[in-house]
């Protein structure tokens, strides 16, 4: 059996126990004896059950045709635009939807921070791989066009930023009884894109044409006749 057989095998067997079991009840020992081969060999190929999970749930992004989709685009404002969008409906939805396993995995990325790291860190390796390159270069179209002010850091960081801001905007949300009640939670989804936005460079006017909500407080019909 080749190597890449091999592993998604392994990975097959992994998705079975992580279903069945969870997170915390699945062990590399059960992956390994429901893949039918040693732990010593499981260990050549994913060096620990954050590892093995982390490529699980890689492997899910890359089979979302809307992510797909988002990610082949042209890089630009409006594809930067969505890119902040999907985030944010993500993690919203983690908070208000009815998956289990969603949530779970956001408990998960949460603990990890706070015990050794090691999932938090290769989930970020994973999320900077798939993600990052589109998000730098429609910063940098963005800002070519003048939609948004040039960067005077590592761009990359902002991604980060925006990231972070939301992931715990939806741990507020996650137990039943919420940690912070925001007002006007409907239009929750909207300040914080506008937030975000802000915070990575865009003006309010590129805001404005390409978010498709209203305009934020100050700025005027002809910012938006300018930015189209």
Not at 156 to 175: D, G, Q
Not at 208 to 216: I, P, R
Request: with cysteine; hydrophobic share 45%; aromatic share 6%.
């Amino acid at each position: 059996m080749t190597s890449d057989l091999r592993r998604q095998l392994i990975l097959g067997a992994a998705k079975r126990c992580f279903a069945r079991h969870g997170y915390n009840g699945t062990t590399t020992k059960s992956v390994a004896a429901a893949a039918a081969i040693s732990e010593a060999l499981l260990f050549k190929h994913f060096p620990s059950k954050a590892a093995l999970y982390a490529e699980i749930l890689s492997d899910e992004c890359e089979a979302d045709p809307a992510l797909m989709d988002l990610l082949e685009r042209e890089p630009s404002t409006a594809t930067l635009v969505e890119v902040i969008r999907g985030m944010v409906r993500h993690f919203l939805e983690i908070a208000d939807g009815p998956d289990q396993e969603d949530a779970q995995r956001l408990r998960l990325m949460a603990t990890s921070h706070l015990d050794d790291g090691e999932f938090a860190r290769l989930l970020y390796a994973k999320i900077k791989t798939l993600i990052g390159a589109v998000f730098v270069a429609s910063l940098e179209r963005a800002v070519a066009a003048g939609d948004a002010r040039a960067c005077g850091g590592e761009p990359l960081n902002l991604f980060w930023f925006a990231h972070h801001t939301v992931m715990t905007a939806a741990l507020t949300r996650l137990p039943s009884v919420h940690c912070l009640a925001y007002s006007a939670a409907n239009d929750l989804e909207r300040q914080l894109c506008e937030f975000l936005l802000r915070g990575i460079g865009l003006n309010d006017a590129a805001i404005a044409s390409h978010l498709g909500h209203q305009l934020a407080p100050g700025v005027d019909k002809t910012a938006i006749a300018e930015s189209a």
